[in-house]
């Protein structure tokens, strides 16, 4: 072979390698575009139907838009071919989580079966299986025994413990939801989990402390809002606040209601900007502002302490003299419920929003309730 035969060769082969390494590159390229986008269109899906998990089928499926939203959604990626096994695997099993929501679920079943004959094992199908278990306690098993097969894994681990906190949560078990929830948010979950289940995990946080309490009692603490009947409720079964009515004997909702009325343990208004009260009693059913749980709470406590002289301490060294004043911004310092609120702040039963503001307008919560009671109580 001459030289220059040999030198054209080597150029060949050189030009060739350089082709080999370019198609190498741009394949290694197209690959990673296309898991790349794989991802994007699972984090989008999965945008949309956790917060619908969240809040159970029956609320989601009033939610019509945004479940046909999802379902267009994974119809389009669905016809979308791709050999990625693992993608289109956890593709069925969202599908399947938005067939739940659906109420279709004899349909969510076998796109489980479909999801773990294409990609065995994804964690999507896994969150699937346990979602189409209704049985809480069943849920946990589930649970516990794919957490044992991840052993030290990251991947998984957030979304198992989100599952773990809403089983526990909904035994009750309020403690170990909370760390669960809180295992979950620390191990680098999508925002959407920290954005939708906060709310749980506070409320299993707030919840703790309540072993013991009524069953009734527990589906009071577990509402944003609150009636008077369910403060009657709470101080009854959950306190002795109420027995210098009762003296021991049942009394039945309505009359227990009537007879606080009466004696001024409930206000004929929440609206802490009239001076005076309306000829118009107020409704059991009516959901108690922070302005009406003060009015409230206070009275017993005056009551606990058989001190009526509480009842005006703070109007009688405020709100007199020609220039009455409030300390606190938001409370007018000639409101009937002056001393009840300030009475409230000072003893730390309540607190100010702000510091400066009362928010006596807001809702009332259960659980917040019940801590007050039960440390006048004791």
Same mark, same amino acid.
């Given at each position: 072979?001459?030289?220059?035969?040999?030198?054209?060769?080597?150029?060949?082969?050189?030009?060739?390698?350089?082709?080999? /390494? $370019?198609?190498?590159?741009?394949? +290694?390229?197209?690959? +990673?575009? #296309?898991? /790349?986008? #794989?991802?994007?269109?699972?984090?989008?899906?999965?945008?949309?139907?956790?917060?619908?998990?969240?809040?159970?089928?029956?609320?989601?499926? %009033?939610?019509? &838009?945004?479940? %046909?939203?999802?379902?267009?959604?994974?119809?389009?990626?669905?016809?979308?071919?791709?050999?990625?096994?693992?993608? &289109?695997?956890? =593709?069925?099993?969202? &599908?399947?989580? =938005?067939?739940?929501?659906?109420?279709?679920?004899?349909?969510?079943?076998?796109?489980?079966?479909? &999801?773990?004959?294409?990609?065995?094992? @994804?964690?999507?199908?896994?969150?699937?299986?346990?979602?189409?278990? *209704?049985?809480?306690?069943?849920?946990?098993?589930?649970?516990?025994?794919?957490?044992?097969?991840?052993?030290?894994?990251?991947?998984?681990?957030?979304?198992?413990?989100?599952?773990?906190?809403?089983?526990?949560?909904?035994?009750?078990?309020?403690?170990?939801?909370?760390?669960?929830?809180?295992?979950?948010?620390?191990?680098?979950?999508?925002?959407?989990?920290?954005?939708?289940?906060? $709310? %749980?995990?506070?409320?299993?946080?707030?919840?703790? @402390?309540?072993?013991?309490?009524?069953?009734?009692?527990?589906?009071?603490? *577990?509402?944003?809002?609150?009636?008077?009947? +369910?403060?009657?409720?709470?101080?009854?079964?959950?306190?002795?606040?109420?027995?210098?009515?009762?003296?021991?004997?049942?009394?039945?909702?309505?009359?227990?209601?009537?007879?606080?009325?009466?004696?001024?343990?409930?206000?004929?208004?929440?609206?802490?900007?009239?001076?005076?009260?309306?000829?118009?009693?107020?409704?059991?059913?009516?959901?108690?502002?922070?302005?009406?749980?003060?009015?409230?709470?206070? @009275?017993?406590?005056?009551?606990?302490?058989?001190?009526?002289?509480?009842?005006?301490?703070? /109007?009688?060294?405020? %709100?007199?003299?020609? @220039?009455?004043?409030?300390?606190?911004?938001?409370?007018?310092? =000639?409101?009937?419920?002056? +001393? $009840?609120?300030?009475?409230?702040?000072?003893?730390?039963?309540?607190?100010?929003?702000?510091?400066?503001?009362?928010?006596?307008?807001?809702?009332?919560? *259960?659980?917040?309730?019940?801590?007050?009671?039960?440390?006048?109580?004791?």
């Amino acid at each position: 072979m001459n030289n220059g035969f040999g030198k054209r060769l080597i150029i060949v082969f050189c030009a060739a390698a350089a082709v080999l /390494s $370019s198609c190498t590159s741009m394949g +290694d390229i197209f690959i +990673d575009s #296309h898991r /790349s986008q #794989h991802e994007s269109n699972l984090t989008e899906v999965e945008r949309i139907i956790v917060p619908l998990e969240a809040i159970g089928a029956n609320e989601a499926r %009033a939610r019509n &838009s945004d479940i %046909a939203s999802a379902r267009r959604m994974i119809a389009g990626m669905e016809r979308e071919s791709s050999a990625d096994a693992d993608y &289109s695997g956890r =593709l069925i099993a969202w &599908s399947g989580r =938005l067939a739940i929501l659906e109420g279709r679920y004899t349909e969510a079943q076998r796109l489980h079966r479909q &999801s773990i004959l294409v990609s065995p094992g @994804n964690l999507t199908s896994i969150i699937l299986s346990i979602r189409l278990e *209704g049985d809480p306690a069943k849920r946990l098993e589930i649970i516990e025994r794919e957490s044992a097969l991840l052993t030290q894994r990251a991947a998984g681990t957030g979304e198992l413990n989100i599952e773990r906190g809403r089983a526990l949560l909904e035994m009750n078990r309020f403690t170990e939801a909370a760390g669960a929830f809180d295992t979950a948010f620390a191990s680098g979950l999508n925002e959407i989990y920290g954005e939708t289940y906060r $709310s %749980a995990r506070n409320r299993a946080w707030e919840l703790r @402390n309540t072993s013991g309490v009524a069953a009734s009692t527990l589906g009071v603490l *577990g509402r944003d809002t609150i009636t008077w009947n +369910d403060c009657i409720a709470l101080a009854r079964d959950e306190t002795q606040l109420l027995r210098f009515m009762t003296a021991g004997r049942t009394v039945n909702d309505n009359e227990l209601f009537t007879r606080l009325v009466d004696r001024g343990f409930i206000p004929f208004t929440q609206d802490i900007t009239i001076t005076q009260w309306p000829t118009e009693r107020p409704r059991a059913a009516s959901v108690v502002t922070r302005a009406g749980a003060a009015w409230f709470v206070w @009275n017993l406590f005056a009551q606990a302490r058989a001190d009526r002289g509480m009842l005006t301490r703070y /109007s009688a060294r405020f %709100a007199t003299g020609p @220039n009455p004043r409030s300390p606190v911004a938001d409370v007018p310092p =000639l409101t009937p419920f002056f +001393d $009840s609120i300030l009475g409230c702040v000072e003893t730390e039963f309540m607190s100010l929003v702000d510091g400066r503001n009362f928010n006596p307008s807001a809702p009332m919560r *259960g659980a917040d309730l019940l801590a007050i009671l039960r440390r006048i109580d004791n």
